[in-house]
């Protein structure tokens, strides 16, 4: 055989060989994002979250009207049941107090994005941080480790035996009636589901037998966790996280209709707004509409981003 | 007139939602008669399951292509209905699968998961119907049949389960029974336990059985007839003793070579086949088997090579250079069961 | 079977003993603690003292804690400053209502989640997968008083298909036996009171069954999805059995265990839910009274409340775990 048929003949297989090689290298978190972006799930839940991001942010400069003045007062009679519906100045109406609806919706996804976030980090942050001691000290603690796992698990049990509701309740009635009180309320009730999710993923983590290969070349236990553990651990606490924006959103609606939310209601925030306007629904339902479908929508995009991210981690999805 | 007869079968994947297709199985074609045991051999990949799935009818309707004919007493199973396919099912084919952990439903007792198949197909119900499961359990040699009808699949070991499938699989005197790597997931001991059950099945009730396999032990201990396959297609199709004596596809080859022997000299190397069942090209192209040949040339190249009987050779093979040297497999020649079937794995 | 009864009811008790703490501590973090709440805001600091004294909270904080507890194992969970009568009273009065609201709700949830999850996962793709999948995601999405004012005021105000409010019609002279409304009717024989008791609990009902019925879908739905991919499902279409027995046995005896314990956490959110639910329609059970104790600030009952509510969450889940044990062998031998 001589050497130009050899390189030929390599040359062919070769490119043979390559079109038919398939996309295996690409790691879980690429090939997560791969598929989120072919996801209709995700880019819908993507699309809304952005809008609602960028009406959060510029929604106080472009508000066509003041969201707290009562410029048109004199307009509603509550006592009269006449309330002001759509027209062309007010494209949401008025309120029971005569302010822009619209302006208030627009400058209220502020506050409402502001809720959702800070309650959410507030269960992330300490939920991640108990977490990731009671799975640290179960994976490698040894038998002192696992007693320590053992009472933390129990502490988040009777986090979880409590209704979120009546835990926020309770938070808000010892902290007094503020905006802080409800964020501190949403996110504490996060805190068990956040801490049970990363000490489950960690415990499955610390099982795998690359976690007992780093043991057994006699790599430090805190390396481990930090290097190996930890970075696999994360996926499902990051769905959670996605899907806990939706839950804080919802729940601090629920905490104002219990007259717990924010004592200023001048203040808008779509919770607090749809709290206010149940009074009045028999006669003006659609002031109660808009902030409810605001949050419903916003709480749909979130819901629908953490699912499509799940399923996307999900290995058993992957096809 | 076989019993069943494949037909170019063929069977492709994807298609939808804007995935890529693959072909599984690639023009297969094999016969099964009365009474024979047929083995189709080759490594994880190469479409052997999926061609017992599309037997069964047992694949997903959607996103799955079917093509050629599967004649089972004359009737294409390919183009039955569901309900045709239910009535065959367990009664005229049945299947025995390679985990058995996982293919026994873990909260249904073993002694209902028999009986439902003898109320289904010979309407027996009650204490008649528990009766026969006792029997049918005792035939495959579980010992104490009776008690171990109350008990769940994970109460039982693994060739203990393996034997309450083939219970199911034998229940109703199926014709044709097609076993999916039935050892694969067993200790080396009880597997030559289950084979040697296979066997006498067969030969006491004459019915035909479809090994799949990758294990060329149970193939030499079990198989009237052998079918390779590679990449979707068959590529060597002999009598067992012609394969073993003289396999000429160089798979085939490589296959019977890479066993390891118990009389080579001391230190000889071990002989696998290079790379893996993913180094390979599109059958229109070329031999698929090229990438990891030792006797390929560039005529391997030009188009699917066609499955003949080349001049002075006894059987089929699919391959433009077929090697002629015969294989020295000392330990595989006597096809007796359990020597065999400690050869294929450990030997 | 025993033991692990024994052995779970034991297990209990860390978590309700950390419980009381927990609620022992939160009481005296209140702001002014409960002599404030007894007196109000203007009270002076000598009647704060005479309180302090009278309720024992000079004594030191382990003392205090002791008689907290001995109070609870005797049921004396204080007196409400809303209606200056007992917490336990309050609770045995309004807590049928709440029941009979729950269960209506779980079994609506359970009835309507279940085979609508089924149907969902094995016509994966389709309008009814669809449908369903994009249905429980608003219910999830959806705030529970919103989805009740919104029914109340399409269904009850606008259509008068169904009442507004209450438990019965006041025009309605049943005989209270059992609590149960409805019960309470077909045990004296007075099929009107039934059915009128039926006819108000529809409107709240559904509205406490959308989360549940929601989360079962969506559960349900994953599990049979994964349950027939599994190969004991191959095995027994191999076998030629009936549609019936390969969906009843093989898959769907599998794929609801995970919803069952999924029904279990679920009973927590729901006594949240009947929170919200029953004030909207003003339905009178325990949820409503939480409701205006929460606005009142009438801490007696919110601490009996939680106390209450978490021994039922428990008390549940236990049931769960055991009814888990009976319908999962695997889990019966360890």
């Not at chain 1, 090689?21 to 880019?43: D, N, P, Q, V, Y």
């Not at chain 1, 236990?221 to 806990?244: D, W």
């Not at chain 2, 199973?77 to 009664?91: A, C, H, N």
């Not at chain 2, 066609?306 to 089929?316: D, E, K, N, R, S």
């Amino acid at each position: 055989m001589t050497t130009s048929t050899k390189a030929a003949k390599i040359e062919r297989l070769a490119e043979l060989t390559a079109q038919n090689e398939t996309s295996s290298g690409a790691s879980l978190w690429r090939e997560a994002f791969r598929r989120l972006k072919t996801s209709k799930m995700a880019i819908i839940g993507g699309v809304v979250i952005a809008a609602f991001i960028v009406m959060a942010v510029v929604g106080p400069w472009v508000a066509p009207h003041s969201p707290k003045a009562l410029t048109w007062k004199d307009e509603v009679f509550l006592n009269r049941g006449e309330f002001v519906g759509p027209r062309g100045e007010n494209w949401f109406g008025l309120d029971h107090l005569g302010r822009d609806m619209f302006s208030r919706f627009l400058v209220g996804a502020r506050q409402t994005l502001l809720v959702g976030v800070v309650s959410m980090l507030i269960g992330l942050i300490i939920g991640a941080v108990i977490g990731v001691v009671s799975g640290a000290a179960a994976t490698l603690g040894g038998a002192a480790g696992r007693r320590v796992d053992t009472v933390v698990m129990r502490i988040t049990d009777i986090m979880l035996a409590l209704p979120s509701l009546l835990l926020a309740a309770s938070i808000a009635a010892v902290m007094g009636q503020s905006l802080t009180t409800v964020m501190i309320a949403v996110g504490v009730v996060q805190i068990p589901i956040f801490a049970r999710l990363l000490r489950g993923s960690m415990l499955a983590q610390g099982s795998k037998d690359y976690v007992l290969a780093a043991k057994s070349l006699g790599i430090r236990k805190r390396r481990i966790v930090v290097t190996q553990i930890l970075p696999n651990s994360l996926s499902p606490v990051i769905v959670q996280a996605t899907l806990s924006l939706a839950t804080a959103i919802i729940e601090a609606a629920a905490l104002s209709y219990l007259g717990l939310g924010n004592p200023d209601p001048s203040v808008p925030e779509w919770g607090v707004m749809l709290s206010q306007a149940q009074r009045f629904f028999d006669n003006a339902p659609m002031m109660a509409v808009y902030p409810a479908v605001g949050i419903i929508i916003t709480a749909l995009g979130f819901t629908l981003l953490g699912e499509a991210m799940r399923e996307a981690l999900d290995p058993k999805l992957r096809g | 007139m076989a019993l069943l007869s494949v037909d170019e079968l063929s069977v492709t994947f994807g298609g939808v939602h804007g995935r890529k297709e693959s072909t599984a199985v690639d023009g297969v074609s094999f016969d099964v008669d009365q009474g024979q045991v047929v083995g189709l051999v080759g490594e994880s990949g190469c479409g052997k399951s999926v061609t017992s799935l599309a037997l069964m009818g047992l694949l997903p309707g959607k996103g799955v292509k079917l093509g050629g004919r599967a004649d089972f007493d004359g009737n294409n199973l390919l183009t039955m209905s569901q309900r045709e396919l239910r009535e065959m099912r367990g009664k005229e084919i049945a299947m025995i699968f390679q985990d058995p952990l996982s293919s026994l439903n873990p909260v249904v007792p073993i002694g209902v998961q028999v009986t439902e198949i003898l109320q289904r197909h010979r309407g027996l119900k009650g204490e008649p119907a528990r009766k026969e499961a006792a029997h049918l359990l005792d035939r495959v040699g579980i010992p104490d049949p009776t008690r171990r009808l109350k008990e769940y699949p994970h109460q039982l070991s693994g060739g203990m389960r393996q034997r309450a499938l083939i219970a199911m699989a034998v229940a109703c005197a199926p014709r044709l029974l097609i076993a999916d790597e039935p050892t694969t997931a067993l200790d080396v001991t009880i597997q030559a336990q289950i084979l040697e059950l296979l066997k006498e099945l067969v030969d006491e009730e004459g019915t035909a059985l479809l090994m799949i396999t990758h294990d060329l032990g149970v193939v030499a201990g079990l198989c009237d007839q052998v079918n390779v396959l590679y990449a979707g297609k068959v590529v060597e199709s002999a009598d067992r003793h012609e394969l073993f004596a003289h396999p000429m596809h160089p798979y085939a080859h490589g296959l019977l070579e890479s066993i390891p022997r118990l009389d080579a000299p001391r230190g000889e190397p071990l002989k696998p086949i290079r790379g893996s069942i993913n180094d390979r090209i599109a059958w229109a192209d070329g031999c698929a088997f090229a990438p990891r040949c030792d006797y390929y040339t560039i005529e391997c190249l030009t188009g699917t090579p066609a499955l003949t009987v080349p001049a002075a050779a006894g059987h089929q093979v699919r391959c433009v250079n077929p090697v002629r040297e015969p294989v020295e497999i000392a330990t595989l020649e006597t096809p007796d069961v359990t020597a065999t079937a400690h050869g294929g794995t450990s030997a | 079977m025993l033991r692990l009864v024994i052995r779970r009811l034991l297990q209990l008790i860390p978590t309700l003993l950390g419980l009381s703490v927990l609620l022992f501590v939160w009481l005296n973090r209140l702001p002014g603690g409960p002599a404030s709440a007894i007196l109000g805001e203007r009270a002076t600091e000598a009647e704060v003292a005479r309180i302090n004294k009278l309720l024992g909270l000079d004594q030191p904080l382990y003392i205090q804690y002791g008689r907290f507890l001995k109070r609870i194992a005797e049921l004396d969970l204080g007196t409400s400053t809303q209606t200056g009568q007992p917490v336990w009273d309050e609770f045995t009065l309004r807590f049928p209502a709440t029941v009979e609201l729950s269960i209506a709700a779980m079994i609506i949830a359970i009835a309507v989640g279940i085979p609508l999850g089924y149907l969902a996962a094995r016509h994966r793709g389709g309008w009814l997968d669809l449908g369903s999948v994009t249905g429980s995601l608003i219910g999830i999405c959806i705030p529970v008083f919103f989805l009740a004012l919104i029914l109340k005021g399409i269904f009850a105000v606008e259509m008068g298909i169904f009442p507004t409010t209450g438990r019965q019609s006041t025009d309605i002279n049943a005989t209270d036996i059992t609590g149960f409304a409805v019960l309470d009717g077909l045990i004296t024989g007075e099929f009107d009171a039934s059915w009128d008791a039926l006819v108000h609990l529809v409107l709240p009902a559904v509205t406490l069954a959308s989360i549940p019925l929601a989360v079962i879908v969506r559960m349900t739905r994953a599990s049979v999805l994964e349950v027939v991919g599994e190969d004991y499902v191959r095995t027994a279409e191999s076998k030629g059995l009936e549609r019936k027995v390969v969906r009843g046995r093989h898959i769907m005896r599998n794929a609801l265990l995970p919803v069952v314990t999924a029904v279990g956490l679920l009973t927590g959110s729901l006594l949240s839910g009947a929170v919200l639910t029953e004030s909207v329609f003003t339905f009178g059970g325990i949820g409503s009274f939480i409701r205006t104790a929460i606005s009142e600030r009438d801490y007696p009952v919110l601490v009996g409340f939680i106390m209450f509510i978490a021994l039922i969450y428990v008390l549940i889940n236990l049931l769960v775990d055991l009814a888990y044990s009976l319908i999962d062998p695997r889990v019966r031998v360890h």
